[in-house]
Each structure stands twice: as structure tokens, then as C-alpha cells.
């Protein structure tokens, strides 16, 4: 499953801007984007590209009991990223991290999770409403839509002020379609008319199954049935990402009802650093996503623009830095201490977990100083 | 004191008309609990006193209520879920087990999950399948839940409140076959904390405890042994997880034998922690083996066989009788 004649794309493979009717009404987004902006866009490609291999050089070294690559979905989650606006929530999956960044996480605090001292990693209040990872595929989509109610019961959306109206964007993959939660995720906000996004990236591959067994028609054609609009784009273009986001999202927000994006990527990694790739899918196949990587295009698109190589080079510069600085701090990560066991299990005091706390610092003690 | 009699589902339908005045952040969700008032009238009135914004008639989905119950207390609120009957909460199961109860945790405390998922259970109603479970157990496992099971409509009325005052998750089971007797509720005096075992009739020879529904079984059990000369000391529960064990160990103390009764089947259950922690905790008290009666260890048999399944009267009289024999 690949593109259809319905994909919205605004910039080719090739890196030059697309003129197409389909196309046409998401144009003004893109023309209201100044020079730094599209480079910020390509900014944070390029670093969480850097950032990304080298936490898989780690995960190969022993550092992380497991790493889960964005390689070659750098373009649908920054364009996504840069289409909210800071009053809203994002509810991601496991595999967002350039959307962490832009939202103010330390990637090094996801690190953190695949290197067994967290669960979480860090207080969406304090990271500008950016919700942890949710490993159990397809839960988040119903959180966000929770949210995304109580935001609308409060009338915190809906009421036409782009900058305070609140949207909620919920990130999941195309294997996650086949989850029952999706599903309900659909009907609780179709039925409540919550001001939402699904933003879906179809990478075509769930582990190892491809998408094709998930559905037998595109999946953006899915929410139609749950009477939500459905759009699919070239997510391997970081311009049709922002542009449709953008739109959808404004439109949402101010009360326009739940929308729902495809964003057509391809997962260039393996689902994780546990699996191997080659022994499911061809090469052929990976030469062809190869070939719309959506780093190159905007490359191209950027020097078209009048980015010179001084620029590339400084950019490539900092990208080192930042995969530097990720592998010293990551080998900088302590475990937490054992009383990090029975902390925060419940909000309020609990008498089984006073006991075995008690009991386990007994048992420590037991050993003496020199233990 | 100010007293009213009412059945169980009246005390609740008033400790949730309560908890909503209280706080307008405590909104109910779930199937068909709003004009027609839940399938067992527990939220009758409701939904015309506070607005289909405060009582949510939802999808009938249950991984959806729970789900987005999380979302809606990310935003603040304090959702009160129904599950419409216990054999129906499977649904939600992984987002109660995988989302609700760790979240706090993942969190490493930035939120807190405020949620009372409502579970009429267990059995006496001559219902057809899935209608007559006890899964408490399930819940009581993991870590992260309060498990609680009122009793009486006095209990029902201030564990429901508390519950919902909780900032943990709180599994609520309401015991179905007690929906209907009247008893009295004192609306001006909590008498108990939410976590607490009470005393529901003293006695000197045997302890015998339970949850829910049982406990009128037990105190049905406690009448006919006076009769015939046994003192029995009846113990109700009401939280099962955490467990008060104080009460439970000090009347162990005292008479030294205990049988732990309860509807669910009995292996890898709540009756089964309860014998181990006791056995563990007051050896030396004790004179005879802690017995448990429960239901089989099969499914819950079609309903003119539940008689049989569960545990009555002369089953507890029968370990009781067990337990003085040594």
C-alpha cells in the first residue's frame, strides 16, 4: 500500500513544491512560512536523525535494553509537531521523539525509559502538554479523547480563538488501526464532537506484518465510517505534514469536530532494536522509500531556496553535537534508588506498601555497612 | 443524628447525588445510566438533577469508558464509571490493569487517577451468564487499585463518597442481591474509614469473615449457631484491598479459629491471602487450620444451580463445625 491519487503532496521526492488541485487549499500554510521556520523544520530533522542513530549505536553497545528507531518519519512528526499550537495536548505513541523535543523534552529523559530507570521520564505540565510514551498500542487514542471531552466540557475549545481554543493530537501507527481502543477512540469522539486530531503514521509495517493485513483499503478512508473526515498525505513531506495538520487542527479547534490524518511514511529501521527487518520485507521495497527520504527533499528544497552549504554544514555540526552529548549523558544514567519500588504506586498512603518498604530497608540493613 | 431508611442502591444513588453537589468536577459515566437511570436504577434522577453533562449515557464500549475516563482526569475531573455488570468489565480490563492502576506510577506522582469504577456483583439474583461473577480478586492483584465492597446501605452511602474523595482508582463493588433491603443510613456520621474491617456482631468462639453479600450470609450463620450454643464473631470486610488486618488478627486472638467465606471460586483468591497473612501473622493464636467456603472453582453454573454453588448458611456452619472439631 503506497500512494493513491488521493495523497495530498505540496513537495516531491524530487524537492520541488507540488502545483496540485488536491493541494491547492493547504498552499496559503505553506506560503506563510518564513525562511527560519523551514529551517527549523529541517533543523530538527536533521539533529533527531543524529539524535536517533546513535541511540541505536547504544542500544547495539549494551546501553539500552531496547531502542525504537524514527529513521525515515522524521518529515510526518515534525510537520505535525510545528502545526500545533502551545495551548495543546499531544498524546504520543513510543516512537515521537523529535515531537518530545519540539515540545521541550530532553530526548535523553526517553533514553531514560529504554534504559530501565523510568517508566515515564518526564510531567507533561512541565513539557508543554506533551503526554508520555503509551507502550500498549492503541490505549493512548482513548486518553486523548478523554482529554480531549473534559477540554471541550470545559469550553476550552470551540469558541473561534485560534490561541486559546485547545486541540488535542493523538499520534498511533497502522497497526494500532486494528485495536478495538482505536475504534472506540473513533465513536467516543465522533459522539462527543471533541476537538481532536488522529494523526495516524502508517509506516506499513507492524513489526512484521505489513499494513496490508490491517486493511484492505487505505486507512484514511477508515473514519468516514465513524462519520470523521479523513485525509491522506505524503508524510514523508515535512510541508503537506505541517500544512494539513495546521488546517485540520484550526478547524478542530475552534469546533469543527474530530479529524483524522494518514500520513504515508515508512519505517527505514527495524520496529526495534529487537527485531531484524530483512527477514520479512524486500529490498526493493526499502530502495523505493529510500528514494522519498524526507531529509534529502527538503534539502534540495531548502538550497533551492537559498540555503548555502555553510548552513548544512553547521547544521551537520550541531547534529553531532547533540549524538554526542546524548551518548555522554546517557552513560550518565544512574538506576534509582530502591525506593523508587514503592514510590508514587498510589497517591495517597497505603499500609501494604509502607510494610514492604519498611520490610525491604530492614532486609538491606540487614547486611550491615559493608554490603 | 439524622437517619432514613433506604435500600443499598438508594444510599448510593444519594452518595453519588452528594459527592456531585460537593464537587462539580465528579461526573458519572456508563451505559444507560442516565434517563433510565442504569439497568439497576443506582443513578435514577440523576441525570435530569445535574444535566447530561455531569451523567454521561456513554457508547457502549467499556474500554472506551475507562479509557476515556483517564483522559477526563488528566483534565481534572473525578469520573465514576458503571460497568453494568461484573461479567461485562473485561472490555475495559487492560485499560483498568495496563493504564489506570500504573499511571500514577509512570507518572512517578505528576498526576493522579481519581476514578471509581462502579461493579454491581456476585450472585442470589437467578440471572442468566455473566450476570453473577465475583472477579474482585482480578483487582485486588494489582497494584495501583483500592478495592472496597460496602454491605449495607449506610456503608454503601459513605464508601461511595470516600471513594470518590480517593485520589487513587477505587473498583467499587456493589453486592447486587443487596440492592433492595432497606436498612438505615445515618447521613450525618461516617462511621468508619473507607479501608476499614468492622465487627458486625461479636462472638467468642469463631471468627468468620466475609465481603459484600456474604456478610448476610455469615450473620445468618452466626443466628443458627446461637441457637445451637456456638458463639460466632462476624467480621465484615469491606476492604479488600488494601486489607485491615488489625481487626481481623485481634479477633483471631480472641477466638482463635477462622473461616473466610466469600461467593468467588476460592483458588488464588481473597479468602486464599486472607488464610495465608493470618496464618503467617497470628500462629500462635490460632487452634484449628483457617477454612475457607467459596464458590466452586468453576464457571458460575446456570442459575437454578446457584444455590448449590454458593456458599449458604450450613456451608459455613459446616467449616465452623470443622474448625471446632480440632
Known amino acids: ?371 | 443524628m439524622s437517619i432514613e431508611t433506604m435500600p443499598l442502591s438508594k444510599a448510593i444513588n444519594a452518595g453519588l447525588r452528594k459527592a456531585m453537589q460537593d464537587d462539580p468536577k465528579v461526573l458519572l459515566m456508563g451505559e444507560d445510566i442516565g434517563p433510565l437511570g442504569g439497568v439497576f436504577r443506582v443513578t435514577e434522577g440523576l441525570s435530569a438533577e445535574f444535566g447530561t453533562g455531569r451523567v454521561l449515557d456513554t457508547p457502549l464500549a467499556e474500554s472506551g469508558i475507562i479509557g476515556t475516563a483517564i483522559g477526563l482526569a488528566m483534565r481534572g475531573y473525578r469520573p465514576v464509571c458503571e460497568i453494568q455488570f461484573e461479567g461485562f468489565i473485561y472490555p475495559g480490563f487492560d485499560q483498568i490493569t495496563s493504564q489506570l492502576a500504573k499511571l500514577t506510577f509512570r507518572h512517578e506522582g505528576a498526576l493522579s487517577m481519581p476514578i471509581v469504577i462502579r461493579v454491581p456483583y456476585g450472585g442470589h439474583i437467578g440471572a442468566v451468564e455473566h450476570h453473577q461473577e465475583s472477579p474482585e480478586a482480578y483487582f485486588a492483584h494489582t497494584a495501583g487499585l483500592r478495592v472496597v465492597s460496602p454491605s449495607t446501605p449506610n456503608d454503601a452511602y459513605w464508601m461511595i463518597q470516600e471513594s470518590i474523595a480517593s485520589n487513587d482508582p477505587v473498583m467499587f463493588f456493589e453486592p447486587k442481591s443487596r440492592y433492595w433491603p432497606r436498612g438505615e443510613v445515618d447521613v450525618e456520621r461516617n462511621p468508619l474509614p473507607l479501608h476499614a474491617t468492622a465487627v458486625a456482631r461479636e462472638g467468642s468462639e469463631v471468627t468468620v469473615i466475609g465481603h459484600g453479600a456474604m456478610v448476610t450470609t455469615l450473620l445468618q450463620a452466626a443466628d443458627i449457631a446461637a441457637e445451637e450454643g456456638t458463639s460466632i464473631e462476624v467480621l465484615d470486610l469491606r476492604s479488600i484491598s488494601p486489607i485491615d488486618w488489625e481487626p481481623i488478627l485481634a479477633s483471631v486472638r480472641k477466638t482463635g479459629r477462622l473461616v473466610v467465606a466469600q461467593e468467588a471460586p476460592g483458588f488464588v483468591s481473597v479468602a486464599s491471602e486472607i488464610a495465608a497473612t493470618v496464618t503467617e501473622r497470628a500462629f500462635y493464636s490460632l487452634e484449628s487450620p483457617v477454612l475457607r467456603v467459596t464458590g466452586f472453582d468453576t464457571p458460575f453454573p446456570p442459575a437454578k444451580l446457584e444455590s448449590v454453588y454458593l456458599p449458604d448458611a450450613d456451608r459455613v456452619l459446616e467449616a465452623v463445625d470443622r474448625a471446632l472439631a480440632y
Not at chain 1, 487514542?141 to 471541550?152: E, N, Q, R, S
Open chain 1, 1 to 371: 500500500m503506497s500512494y493513491t491519487a488521493a495523497t495530498i503532496q505540496l513537495l516531491s521526492p524530487e524537492g520541488s513544491l507540488v502545483d496540485s488541485d488536491a493541494g491547492a487549499e493547504y498552499r496559503q500554510y505553506i506560503d506563510e512560512l518564513t525562511d527560519d521556520q523551514l529551517r527549523e523544520f529541517h533543523r530538527q530533522m536533521v539533529v533527531i536523525r543524529a539524535f536517533d542513530m546513535e541511540a541505536t549505536n547504544l542500544q547495539r553497545q549494551g546501553q539500552m535494553a531496547l531502542w525504537v528507531p524514527s529513521l525515515g518519519q522524521e518529515a510526518a512528526q515534525v510537520g505535525s509537531a510545528f502545526a500545533t499550537r502551545p495551548q495543546d495536548h499531544i498524546f504520543p505513541a513510543y516512537r515521537e521523539h523529535v515531537i518530545a523535543r519540539i515540545r521541550g523534552v530532553d530526548p535523553v529523559d526517553i533514553i531514560r525509559m529504554m534504559r530501565g530507570v523510568t517508566h515515564g521520564g518526564w510531567n507533561p505540565a512541565e513539557h508543554n502538554n506533551l503526554h508520555i510514551y503509551t507502550l500498549v498500542i492503541g490505549s493512548q487514542t482513548l486518553h486523548a479523547t478523554g482529554y480531549a471531552m473534559g477540554v471541550k466540557f470545559d469550553g476550552a475549545s470551540g469558541t473561534g480563538d485560534l490561541d486559546k481554543d485547545i486541540a488535542t493530537v493523538v499520534y498511533f501507527g497502522d497497526g494500532a488501526t486494528s485495536q478495538g481502543d482505536v475504534s472506540e477512540a473513533l465513536i467516543f469522539a465522533a459522539s462527543y464532537q471533541t476537538s481532536q486530531l488522529f494523526f495516524l503514521q502508517n509506516n506499513h509495517w507492524a513489526i512484521s506484518v505489513p499494513v496490508t493485513r490491517q486493511s484492505p483499503v487505505p486507512l484514511y478512508l477508515r473514519p468516514s465510517g465513524f462519520g470523521i473526515p479523513g485525509v491522506q498525505i505524503d508524510g514523508n513531506d515535512v510541508l503537506a505534514s505541517y500544512a494539513v495538520s495546521r488546517k485540520n487542527l484550526d478547524e478542530t479547534r475552534v469546533g469543527g469536530g474530530p479529524r483524522f490524518i494518514e500520513a504515508l511514511t515508512y519505517r527505514m529501521g527495524a520496529h526495534t532494536s529487537s527485531d531484524d527487518p530483512t527477514k520479512y520485507r524486500t529490498n526493493a521495497e526499502v530502495q523505493f522509500w529510500q528514494e522519498r527520504d524526507p531529509i534529502a527533499r527538503f534539502e534540495t528544497y531548502l538550497r533551492s531556496l537559498g540555503a548555502d552549504d555553510a548552513f548544512f554544514a553547521e547544521l551537520a555540526e550541531e547534529a553531532a553535537d547533540v549524538a554526542a552529548d546524548t551518548r555522554k549523558r546517557t552513560l550518565e544514567v544512574v538506576p534509582p534508588p530502591n525506593e523508587f519500588i514503592f514510590q508514587n504506586v498510589y497517591s495517597e498512603p497505603h499500609p501494604r506498601i509502607d510494610e514492604q518498604r519498611e520490610w525491604l530497608a530492614q532486609y538491606e540493613a540487614s547486611f550491615g555497612s559493608d554490603a
